[in-house]
């Protein structure tokens, strides 16, 4: 009984694990050496968007757009910014690994994992899986952004 006491005990104060997420030990500063500039095996297709300027928000040159991505396998999403544009993806099916400039190690993507897109964050993904990741996106864009 004391074991489990102590195991119980150990959970707890541990945290919460979260699935999909830089691990509290390697959160750090990445420069991300030798990031994919380009992206490779990537279909990427806008499902729905709504104009934000038209709605109680009022933010100009805004979009909130949902999008669906399949990315085969060996494939990549390029170093990008989230400096300005928030958001949500979740794996449907498929693992992927994220390379982040806020983590000094890759972080893994399951199927039913959501990442948060936020705050600044640079990042690229590659699918090193011999199956294909396919990943639904909501982000708010910025549409007049170069």
Known sequence: MQKLTFIAAAMVLAGPAH???CP???LAANNLP???SAPIGVTDTELASVDLSKENVKLDQRRLRMRHMTIAPGGVVPLHSHEDRPA???VNSGEIYEYSSKCSAPILHK???IAREFLGTRHWWKNVG???VELTI???VNDKKP
């Open 111 to 113: 199927a039913g994992d």
């Open 88 to 90: 949500l993806i979740m």
């Open 19 to 21: 699935a999909g997420e």
């Open 24 to 26: 509290d030990d390697k």
């Open 34 to 36: 030798g990031a994919a």
């Open 138 to 140: 909501a982000d708010i």
């Open 130 to 132: 011999s199956a294909p």
